[in-house]
């Protein structure tokens, strides 16, 4: 068995790209789906990851021997910055061979493996690697998080863009509306967000975060 991977990454820092990984997980794991998450790097952080003590919490699981034993966070950075800085500081570096060895490892016992990225889609995980070229380099599908406060368009546009300069499969979009101020540029920001996924001919599904709660039907959808 060769299990699946998908790729979540955002329009920025602080989107909730770590919630929606792990909401994602536990949502297949009501379907009986043998699935873990994965983060690619973490920074600010020694030990365990943080974002993967976050999916663990969210998936209703404790921590695995995998995460443990550093397959699931191969690289873990104590400064709070891009990881080619925060790997720098810590005299280390990020090598791609590494990265896709833990994936393959949790390909193989698992049906599914949702990477979760750092930061947005263009953050440099290496000094000439992006994240978004190690996801179309690899040729995961890529679940986007978006936000809908005041400039999330700009973010979010940019971001499809670059995505298809890249010809990165866009499996969904998912936007966090969760302590939305106003509700007003709200429903505008998805609006405009599923205007230019049709103008721009990606046929992915837009899905909303609310609280705790995805879409009924969201993992249906992305993932049978």
Known sequence: MK???????????GVGKTVVT?????????????????????????????????HRRLMGSSLLDEDHAGV??????????????????????????????????????FEHVLLEGVGGLLVPLAPDLLFADYIRDAGYPLILVTATGLGSIN????????????RITIK?????RFGET???????????TRHYLSKYGINAPLFTLSGNALDRGCIETLFF
């Open 3 to 13: 299990g699946s991977v998908t790729a979540i990454s955002g329009i920025g820092t």
């Open 22 to 54: 792990g909401l994602l997980a536990q949502g297949l794991q009501q379907y009986d789906r043998k699935v873990v998450t994965q983060k690619i790097v973490q920074t600010g952080c020694t030990g365990i990851s943080a974002d993967i003590l976050e």
């Open 72 to 109: 699931t966070c191969p690289y873990t950075f104590s400064y709070p910055a891009s990881p080619h800085l925060a790997a720098r500081l810590d005299g280390a570096e990020v090598e791609v061979m590494n990265l896709r060895r833990a994936t393959f490892i949790l390909q193989k016992q």
């Open 155 to 166: 973010h979010t546009l940019m971001s499809l863009e670059a995505c298809i300069a890249r």
């Open 172 to 176: 969904g979009v998912i936007c966090n």
């Open 182 to 192: 106003d509700t007003i540029i709200g429903d505008d920001t998805v609006d405009i």
